[in-house]
């Protein structure tokens, strides 16, 4: 550009000026656009020693609309002057003329008219000087003339209140850089919540939304107890090996259990009871002290079921949980030795198996889910008991969701809840759809410390029943 | 049976120590086929792994019979004293030889401990002094069966007798089959130590009586008596509709332990039905929804957290020792932690006691990223306590961190006071507000630590992160945290 023709132009320009070039004039002279001028000054500029140049803000001035009437056709106090003839003009009158309104008053204050109140058909407007001045419409056309700056700053000041005259400032004739609209903005600087917590939130709020109540959880620590023996899980089940069951050295046994219970339990177990043959073993209450880390919330439930049997006379009851528990398997990309489970419980008189599919299509509709299909599956607790799938768009396949079942009344009937209440019950991890929802394949990028804080720091709102975002196109093989 | 006579299975009073309880049978004139015969194995194996818990409970020993010679005797020796050639072994070894040698063995080397430390081992003889098996470690290398086995004599033995009558039956009945007098079973006897004798397979058939409208009920479906029998008995169990048309009479065959009470066999007619035929409807449960008061309060608290620009983590309930004691300078004994029994690593030994070392890790693992880094986490720990029904509890804290190139204190602090602005508790020790006074810690920098008393009570520290705490966590930048319970301010 320093090379240029504008710049060689504006150099022979700049040899011929005494004092300097305005690069406005210069690029009204030449008939070329300002901003071609300016960048020819800078690419000089950037030369160094060739010329000097010093930016310049200058005020211009120009009329407004109502100037320009004003300029042409005199001032409104003008007109209203030149419209009084030497008997005088009925002020009634003079206000119906175009100017009149407007004029009358600035007429007045410039003492060029007054008003005989008292004349007999009513007030009556009569001249005062013989000739006027209209300072106004002369100043406006020196302005016109782009001579403002011989105005002083408060007869331009007056002009301007009365809106006949604007700045201009030569902002309108700055170049301006073009925004790059595809360059992103700053992020604000904002905390985030945990997206694993996020889905936890949706989940309580589609409980509530349902009407399930809260349950107590917090609890980590459970007794054998409660955690497998209320729930008429036996005493030699493999799942009560050390292999999957976390238990405790220290305290490594509770310390109370209500007895009176305890015994029906090791009754029901051992020997039957309540309609069922048990499972005829010997119950040892050294086992079920023993202490863990709870494996399931269903511990909380059992609990929670126990306390409301405890209440004569029974009501129905909607309950939930989501909380962690702890497995004590092999852990991989999918599977971690702490993770949570969502639980949700129904107790009423006459519930059918039917009702279960009824609250969980509700519930997994909230979820976005309405295809569902169900598989008869095995619970120690559950009788019948059914794994639950939905129809993955995605995958083209059928997945599990969730497992559910009625509890058994080995489980329900020593707590004392009548023969004829039954409770239906559904759990699913709360791993699982999260890591499908936020796209995440290794778990421990989820939870844990390891976590990745940049998916943290962009991992969108969670709702959960949106639809899911297109996957992006993938290139042909 | 060819000598007219059953096989015997005596039992001495030897193995009441140690493996009480055996029971026996006889499948006859069985045609193996390579599949079956695979089948067969892969059936014991099944079995072993399941209701058997892991041979614990139950191990199945199934013997070639045309090698043997009954009477079998079933007792109980000093390991020197056994002595055979086990399964696919070339000589012959004493039992303590064979514990030492079955160490190393992948397969074998779980199950040594259900008889390792006893004084006495199981083991099954012949007549003539051939031994069967060592349950439930292994079988002898004599009687071992292949796909030319005509005739196989099966012993389970245990230390639970119910569960070692089902699995008996359960071969029994699924390998019959193949018998020349299909679906025939020979059965043995077991004479037991005191001289009172059995015979086994029990193979007990029970009748069991479920009224109709029950099964209806219990499902949501609306089938007459005699639909429902028919589909029970699609399931195995051979039903008819008795007495006043209502009850329904189900046979319960000897395969199907399974069914110990009338909700199993509802859940038979249920998977029969079809469970996606069943017509799904909405419990008539009218309930008003509450939430439990500490989870209101952490998600409201969650979210401000947030709004003042931290960052929520999640991390392990689990840990290390070292992790709640040693690398915030002070002894395990102290932290009245949760123990767990044998942890498979160190990352599992205890709960925590504190929300820090879960943050701090986090922040080690994410080094690259901009600071200052700003996380919170409100979760729960876990202490020990007597007043519990269980000897321990877990509180619910909050916990967060700042860091950065220069610890931070007045952001931690201002944090604080933003906490206590939301939760509605005034900056005064009077009239229930809160205070912070100066304190330390071994986790802390000296003199730049306070604790934080609300309501009365201390509910917590905050200050900067002693230099060490900064090293053992494998940080390298200042670091300013602060905890508080948040139980007292439901």
Known sequence: ?477 | MPDGKIQKLIITEETAKIRPFAVAAVLRNIKFTKDRYDSFIELQEKLHQNICRKRALVAIGTHDLDTLSGPFTYTAKRPSDIKFKPLNKTKEYTACELMNIYKTDSHLKHYLHIIENKPLYPVIYDSNGVVLSMPPIINGDHSKITVNTRNIFIECTGTDFTKAKIVLDIIVTMFSEYCENQFTVEAAEVVFPNGKSHTFPELAYRKEMVRADLINKKVGIRETPENLAKLLTRMYLKSEVIGDGNQIEIEIPPTRADIIHACDIVEDAAIAYGYNNIQMTLPKTYTIANQFPLNKLTELLRHDMAAAGFTEALTFALCSQEDIADKLGVDISATKAVHISNPKTAEFQVARTTLLPGLLKTIAANRKMPLPLKLFEISDIVIKDSNTDVGAKNYRHLCAVYYNKNPGFEIIHGLLDRIMQLLDVPPGEDKGGYVIKASEGPAFFPGRCAEIFARGQSVGKLGVLHPDVITKFELTMPCSSLEINIGPFL
């Open chain 1, 1 to 477: 550009m320093a090379d240029g023709p504008v710049a060689e132009l504006l150099l022979r320009r700049l040899e011929a000026s005494d004092g300097g070039l305005d690069s406005a004039e210069l690029a009204a002279e030449l008939g070329m656009e300002h901003q071609a001028v300016v960048g020819a000054v800078k690419s000089l500029q950037a030369l160094g020693e060739v010329i000097e140049a010093e930016l310049r803000s200058t005020k211009r001035w120009e009329l407004t609309v109502e100037g320009e009437e004003i300029a042409r056709e005199g001032s409104h106090e003008a007109r209203v002057f030149r419209s009084i003839p030497p008997e005088g003009l009925a002020q009634s009158e003079l206000m119906r003329l175009p100017s009149g309104k407007v004029g009358f008053s600035k007429a007045m204050s410039n003492k060029w008219i007054r008003v005989d109140k008292s004349a007999a058909d009513g007030p009556r407007v009569f001249r005062v000087v013989d000739s006027m001045e209209d300072e106004v419409q002369r100043r406006l056309q020196l302005v016109r003339g782009g001579q403002a700056e011989k105005l002083g700053e408060k007869e331009r000041s007056e002009l301007r209140k009365r809106k006949l005259l604007a700045e201009v400032g030569s902002w309108r004739d700055r170049p301006f850089k073009p925004y790059n609209f595809l360059a992103h903005g700053v992020l604000p600087d904002s905390g985030h919540l945990h997206p694993l917590l996020k889905v936890r939130s949706q989940f309580r709020q589609i409980f509530l939304e349902m009407g399930f109540t809260e349950m107590p959880t917090d609890n980590f620590i459970e007794s054998s107890f409660w955690n497998f023996d209320a729930l008429f899980q036996p005493q030699q089940h493999p799942a009560r090996d050390q292999h999957d069951t976390f238990f405790l050295r220290d305290p490594a046994e509770a310390l109370q259990l209500p007895m009176d219970y305890v015994q029906r339990v090791k009754r029901t177990h051992s020997q039957g009871g309540y309609g069922s043959q048990g499972y005829k073993y010997n119950w040892k209450l050294d086992e079920a002290r023993k202490n863990l880390l709870r494996t399931h919330t269903t511990s909380a439930s059992a609990r929670a079921l126990y306390r409301l049997a405890q209440k004569k006379p029974f009501t129905p009851v909607k309950y939930f949980s989501i909380d962690r528990v702890f497995r004590n398997e092999t852990l991989d990309a999918t599977h971690l030795a702490e993770f949570h489970q969502i639980e949700g419980v129904v107790a009423d008189h006459g519930l059918t198996l039917g009702h279960l599919m009824g609250v969980l299509r509700e519930f997994f509709t909230k979820l976005g889910i309405t295809q569902l299909r169900f598989k008869p599956a095995y619970n120690p607790y559950t009788e019948p008991s059914m794994e639950v799938f939905s129809y993955h768009q995605g995958l083209k396949k059928w997945v599990e969701v969730g497992n559910s079942g009625v509890f058994r009344p080995e489980m329900l009937l020593p707590m004392g809840l009548p023969e004829n209440v039954s409770v239906i019950a559904w759990g699913l991890s709360l791993e699982r759809p999260t890591m499908i929802k936020y796209g995440i394949n290794n778990i421990r990028e989820l939870v844990g410390h390891k976590v990745n804080l940049q998916m943290v720091y962009d991992s969108p709102l969670c709702r959960l029943d949106a639809e899911p975002r297109p996957p992006p196109t993938q290139e042909a093989a």
